[in-house]
């Protein structure tokens, strides 16, 4: 009779612990009670009562990422590619996830394909490549609003991959590399002009500095011409005047000797022979120095006689 006590305590301990409900962070339980929807459990401790109560759903309220596989589009010019789309939501609201819609995720991926299609059906393919973020705007903001009645948070829409078809792919490399192409003849070109410019205004600039140069050379020369004609000037006005005053001296020695008239006419004929070795053609005699010759001239006469 004890063991049987001890086996209905021990199964009711069970029963009543295998009730017992963990809800963790990040998670959320919604509980039905008789089929119908009775509340959402939180995180921390919660019993369920037995029987009546039941786990509905497990719903996490991480942020989640879904890759939906490549969708085919036809663009605006009639161009068919593949695209495959990433999807970053969160569930906002457990009861809605639950009872909103049966399979979410297909209806979030149907409904991607559904929107893509619309928004590339009106763009061309050159808008549609160069246009991916105006394209993940649109798609967030028709997901966020589609998906409310869902309880789910759509925050962020990538458009993964474009592929084109193969014709047109290689149809781009070849535009891709002609465009590269003149570029490179362009930065060419522009390189060997610049290049051009630059010689031309360093040999510019050369020869500027080189007629400066000369201009210098030719100013100091003239300054140096200059300067030794003044100096060579200088020096001949110093030397007359060395003579001049040399010669004024004389005269006043003389004239303070107060030589008498023979010295002066013995001075009248040294200068006389002096000037009789030149080669003056024309000698002007002064009248006291013919005076004087014609005095000797008698003389010698006499002296003959």
Do not use: C
Not at 197 to 222: D, F, Y
Not at 269 to 293: H, N, R, W, Y
Request: hydrophobic letters at 45%.
């Amino acid at each position: 009779m004890l063991w049987i006590f001890l086996l209905i305590v021990v199964l009711i301990i069970v029963f009543i612990v295998a009730n017992i409900k963990i809800v963790p962070q990040s998670r959320a339980f919604v509980i039905e009670r008789l089929g119908a929807y009775k509340e959402t459990w939180q995180t921390g401790l919660h019993v369920k009562i037995p029987i009546i109560d039941r786990l509905a759903k497990n719903v996490s309220l991480k942020e989640q990422v879904v890759d939906f596989p490549p969708q085919p589009v036809i663009t605006k010019d009639n161009v068919t590619m593949q695209i495959d789309t990433v999807v970053f939501f969160q569930i906002t609201d457990p009861k809605l996830y639950t009872y909103g819609v049966e399979n979410p995720l297909s209806a979030i991926e149907n409904l991607t394909a559904t929107t893509l299609r619309n928004i590339i059906g009106d763009l061309e393919l050159d808008h549609t490549l160069t246009s991916r973020d105006t394209i993940n705007a649109q798609i967030r903001v028709i997901l966020d609003e589609a998906t409310d009645p869902w309880g789910i948070k759509v925050n962020r829409v990538e458009l993964k991959n474009i592929i084109p078809p193969s014709e047109i792919q290689d149809a781009m490399e070849k535009q891709m590399k002609a465009e590269r192409q003149r570029r490179e003849a362009i930065l060419r070109a522009e390189g060997e002009k610049a290049s051009k410019i630059l010689v031309a205004e360093g040999l510019k600039e050369s020869q500027i500095l080189a007629a400066e140069g000369e201009k210098q050379a030719t100013i100091l020369r003239a300054e140096a011409v200059k300067e030794a004609k003044i100096r060579e000037a200088e020096g001949d006005a110093a030397a007359i005047l060395e003579l001049q005053q040399s010669n004024a001296k004389a005269i006043e020695l003389i004239n303070q000797a107060n030589p008498g008239e023979g010295f002066i006419t013995l001075k009248s004929l040294e200068a006389f022979e002096k000037a009789s070795d030149g080669q003056s053609t024309k000698i002007i005699i002064p009248s006291e120095i013919q005076s004087i010759a014609g005095l000797a001239t008698s003389v010698s006469e006499v002296l003959k006689k």
